[in-house]
């Protein structure tokens, strides 16, 4: 197979129509990758990737081909996929507040161009999910916030409300079902490709802890920081270090942030899938 593209945390290989993406243990805060891996992540990652395509069939179209039809060595992080003519935009969407966003909702009181209610803090709920696009950057750069109208200059406004109309679809069934087993999916980011018949198909990973915030339901209070089973806790040791992104060098992760970090990807994967890791 050949190496098209390195991804943060992914590996992609052609495979003759196919690609095969393989999922690493390598984790990246802030667009950048630490030195230090996760063990069993990209594993995690992949088979929570897969539980959750299934039960998202009726929602959308997957791009997956085979869990099984991956070289031996790859086992278990890999998947076989459509190769996809994938949609230039990452396609994020809100039920809660906080992140990224929150800075322009403090300045402005509204995120990508939607308005939003005053009095809203940190981790609030928001009265209906929003859909909160940024471009898809090259590697090695930021990806910018958008507003829908800015999605629909670049991509056509028939694909930008398709893309968005499905992400909020797929954001509210996948939030359902996350809560019933006590996590709150406060946003995630969804990635889609066309299929060589057009069909607008949903791509990468989906809802898992790398793409999405997941938050214990149970914990869960506005104006605080919120428990969670994400690499939020990576983000957060990060910055406690005195380490910025634009540094040179990332710093080490040490063992016990390896093992807590390692803890939360697989209870959320316990939690939502009812599986034992
Ligand atoms: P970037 O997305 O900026 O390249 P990344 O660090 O997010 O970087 P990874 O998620 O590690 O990348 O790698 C997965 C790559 O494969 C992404 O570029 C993603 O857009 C691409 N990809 C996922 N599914 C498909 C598909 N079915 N067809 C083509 N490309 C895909
Ligand atoms: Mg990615």
Redesign the pocket.
Known sequence: MELI????????YADGGD?V?VASNRV?VY?VILPTEIPDKGALLTALSLWWFERLADVVPN?VVSAEDVPAEFAGRAVR??????VKVEAVVRGYLTGSVLDAYRATGTVNGVALPPGLEDGSRLPEPVYTPTT????GDHDEAETFAQTADRLGAGLAARVRDLTLDVYRRGAEIALAKGIIIADTKL?F?LDEDGVL?L???VLTSDSSRFWDASGWKPGQVQPSFDKQFVRDWARSTGWRPDDAEAPEIPADIVEATRARYIEAYELLTGRRW
Do not use: N, P
């Open positions: 593209h390195q991804g943060k945390v992914r590996d992609v690609l993406l990246s667009d791009h996929v459509k190769r996809l003519d994938m898809k950057a090259d590697v990635e490709g198909t791509a990468d990973e």
